[in-house]
């Protein structure tokens, strides 16, 4: 629609720390859409392992592309979209969970 070409690079961001790095100095992104988190609530519960899987995926690789970013100082925006709702929400009688779609 644009024109433009969307480049895709798959790479564990929760375990490539060097080469997430190294590619953004490469790209020099002007922003990164972050959508690589783990959404299952249950299946991050069923065993050890998921659990575990669940916390590398979601909170690691989140905190390696913010560390990336801080270290090639360049000034890419970052688009986060997550499981917040699960650890961000919750913590008062008076803020809600939002579940599903937000109108």
């Keep these: 629609v644009s024109g433009l070409t969307i ?7 929760a375990g490539e ?3 997430l790095r190294d590619l953004l100095i490469t ?8 959508f690589a988190e783990q959404r299952s609530a249950p299946y991050s519960m ?3 392992d998921t659990k575990r899987y669940t916390v590398d995926n ?12 801080a270290d090639t100082d360049l000034p890419v925006h970052l688009v ?12 008062s ?11």
């Design 58 to 69: 979601n909170i690691r690789a989140t905190h390696n592309l913010l560390a990336a970013i």
């Design 46 to 48: 069923r065993s050890v």
């Design 7 to 13: 480049r895709t690079h798959l790479l564990d961001l």
């Design 17 to 19: 720390f060097d080469r």
């Design 93 to 103: 009688d008076d803020s809600l969970i939002p579940e599903g779609y937000l109108e």
């Design 27 to 34: 790209e020099s992104p002007d922003a990164v859409v972050h």
């Design 80 to 91: 986060h979209l997550g499981t917040m709702g699960v650890y961000g929400y919750g913590w």
